[in-house]
């Protein structure tokens, strides 16, 4: 995922589909994005994947990305697909525009929380979100993604130029025709790969949730969990 000092949006962007809310309710919905794990990455160009490179980077202050459409009634939130395509990645430690701050060349997890409106009186975009029994998180284990300020890989570079539609000023004739022979071709890419990443959980494994789209322009996930109960 590419991050930038000014901000760059997420592409694919999360857009979720959550039911189970109590329609009359209102709820924020909000997005942060953790590290995966303490370590830094390098991509190892001659076997084509990422390897350790030593040890992640200080913590970088928290950020929580609150969906413009905050509050909202439930029934508003379970009639629409949620989607986070506002939402912008920086490594500028010093932004003061609300992107969410992530250092490059580390593995990240976006996780989406539904926090009812009387449990969110501390929510803030500068700090954690606020615990309690009415604040719900969920994470999907799909949308892990590497940041980087260049892509790694022709092939990511070649798609997302193709499906992005911020990336017009990056398309000419000839990365098209190279794009379009991917794309219509998804079988001739590494399949044992797309597998891996894009595994599709039996209905016994929901717990509560999860289906994503592989492959798809945006990734599409879907989001199942019982009513919040009360703080």
């Given amino acids: 995922m590419i991050i930038t000092k000014a901000g760059r949006r997420m592409f694919p962007a999360m857009r979720v589909k959550i039911s189970g809310l109590d329609p009359h309710q209102q709820y924020y919905i909000a997005m ?30 928290p950020r929580v990305y609150i969906h413009p459409d905050s509050p909202a009634s439930g029934e508003t939130w379970m009639r629409q697909v949620i989607s986070f395509d506002k939402l912008k990645l920086t490594n500028n430690e010093l932004d003061d525009q609300g992107h969410i701050i992530l250092h490059s060349m580390h593995k990240y997890q976006p996780r989406v929380h539904v926090i009812r409106k009387d449990c969110g009186d501390d929510l803030s975009p500068i700090k954690p979100v606020p615990s309690g029994e009415g604040v719900k998180a969920f994470s999907f284990p799909e949308t892990v993604f590497t940041t980087v300020t260049a892509y790694q890989n022709q092939q990511i570079t070649r798609l997302k130029i193709d499906r992005n539609p911020f990336a017009k000023g990056f398309r000419d004739s000839g990365r098209n025709r190279s794009c379009q022979a991917i794309c219509q071709q998804p079988h001739k890419m590494s399949q044992k790969s797309i597998s891996a990443s894009f595994r599709r959980p039996s209905a016994s494994s929901l717990q509560p949730l999860i289906c ?20």
Avoid at 212 to 231: E, K, M, R
């Fill in 32 to 61: 942060d994005i953790v590290p995966v794990d303490n370590k830094r990455y390098r991509y190892v160009y001659h076997s084509s994947k990422w390897m350790v490179a030593g040890n992640a980077d200080s913590p970088v202050p």
């Fill in 212 to 231: 994503v789209q592989p492959l798809s322009p945006l990734c599409i996930v879907t989001a199942f969990f019982l009513a919040l109960p009360s703080c």
